[in-house]
């Protein structure tokens, strides 16, 4: 079946919208992709028929709304290939599972032991474990990249040790766009019985992850990087760890029995999951897994690097101006400055003809730092962009190149 991305573009209503006049060209999906109808129709029909509070009711609204629910949890799990429906969490988002875990830790580490962060983390992924470490004297490490923006593994190795007890690093960086060596770095961390999280929150858009397969410990990603709605995400963990962790949050739902004296706590996934949950927003989670599977992994990898090959040698034809991130192993992220100009006004001017990009330094900071330079401009390509939009993205940084220098 031939990829059609014009009939794709017809499942998204904002992408028929314009700005300043100009079609609206979309290229911030890193920071958040579009919704596809039937995720927002799912939203609402939600809320138009089946709206009543979960788990607790007898009346038929609620099993309605619970069945949905659930039914949502189950299709979360088929699709990342999880052994137990009880080990998919919903959350609040990647962040909100990232301190989820971060927390749960702290009665863990104790003074001394080492857990290890990349270069390439978003801070979601950087500052909940720095909190942790001052709260449990455990001490920071951290593996190094290569000017390409690619994790240096022999680093890794040699960071590893007994004294090693957690490791956390992203699937994929939102920054520079590089596909980090996961497996790997999973295999090497457990050989001295270390745990792993990954935060999937950029990949899960890109790639369909096996979770099994891949063994991490904790995987997190948030809904709405993938065609789902804001407000809602998965934290993975596999049950022996789960059980291990303490609750995060108190209060109903999480609950087995509550006294005065003495609070017992629910079973996975309830024991982590205390007050109303986002029920519309964890139901269209799921609308949002079928969407992207109807569509199909495969078939989005093959066209987003047609994409990205496009994009990367016709942006590097404009004099002046550098890609961060050239791995070989990397997605449709392209993050770039032009000599002598700073991104704020690249991406200024390519707004007022319609195309969005993001500028700034991505909630990365410690990247900016490594190039010495204060952001990037970052466009990032999703399936329903085209080959058109990449020549709009290219004659607009001409003209803002010509414009400012
Ligand atoms: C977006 C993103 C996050 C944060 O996700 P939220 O949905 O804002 O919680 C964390 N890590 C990476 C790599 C991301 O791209």
């Not at 290939?81 to 909100?96: D, P, R, Y």
């Not at 006004?345 to 900071?365: E, F, P, S, W, Y």
């Not at 730092?369 to 085209?386: H, K, L, M, Q």
Request: one cysteine or more.
């Amino acid at each position: 079946m031939a990829f059609d991305v014009q009939k794709i573009r017809t499942d998204f209503p904002i992408l028929h919208r314009t700005v300043n006049g100009y079609p609206l060209v979309y290229l911030d999906n890193a920071a958040t992709s579009q919704k596809p109808q039937v995720v927002i129709d799912s939203i609402v029909d939600y809320y138009s028929k089946h709206n009543a509070n979960i788990h607790r009711g007898v009346h038929s609204l609620s099993q309605e709304a619970t069945d949905a629910y659930e039914a949502a949890r189950k299709k979360i799990q088929e699709h990342f290939n999880i052994k137990h429906s009880h080990e998919v969490i919903f959350t609040s988002g990647a962040t909100h599972s990232i301190n989820l875990v971060a927390n749960g830790f702290s009665s863990i580490l104790k003074q001394g032991d080492e857990v290890i962060v990349s270069a390439l983390e978003h801070h979601s992924n950087i500052v909940p474990w720095q909190m942790l470490c001052e709260r449990t004297g455990a001490i920071l490490k951290v593996i190094p990249m290569s000017e390409e923006g690619v994790l240096l593994l022999s680093e890794y190795e040699s960071l590893l040790s007994k004294k090693t007890k957690l490791v956390f690093v992203n699937h994929i960086s939102n920054a520079l766009g590089t596909i980090n060596p996961i497996e790997t770095i999973i295999k090497k961390a457990h050989t001295v019985g270390a745990a792993v999280l990954i935060d999937g929150a950029q990949s899960c858009s890109h790639i369909k992850p096996d979770l099994q397969q891949l063994d991490a410990d904790f995987y997190v990603t948030s809904a709405h990087k993938m065609c789902g709605p804001t407000g809602v995400g998965i934290l993975y963990g596999k049950e022996q760890w789960l059980n291990k962790l303490p609750p995060y949050q108190g209060g109903g739902e999480m609950i087995k029995e509550v006294t005065f004296e003495k609070t017992t706590y629910a079973a996975l996934p309830h024991k982590f999951e205390a007050g109303t949950p986002n029920i519309a927003g964890g139901i269209a989670f799921g609308a949002a897994i079928d969407y992207l599977n109807s569509i199909g992994f495969e078939a989005i990898g093959v066209y987003e690097k047609e994409l990205l090959d496009y994009a990367t040698q016709e942006l590097l034809k404009i004099e002046g101006l550098k890609i961060y991130g050239t791995g070989v192993e990397k997605t449709s992220v392209i993050s770039f400055n032009i000599e002598g100009i700073h991104p704020y006004d690249i991406g200024t001017i390519v707004d007022k003809l319609g195309i969005a990009v993001r500028t700034g330094h991505h909630c990365a900071q410690p990247i900016m730092d490594f190039y010495e330079i204060p952001g990037t401009v970052r466009a990032s390509f999703a399936f329903y962009n085209t080959k058109e939009e990449v020549d709009s993205l290219v004659a607009a940084v001409k003209k803002a190149r010509l414009m400012l220098t």
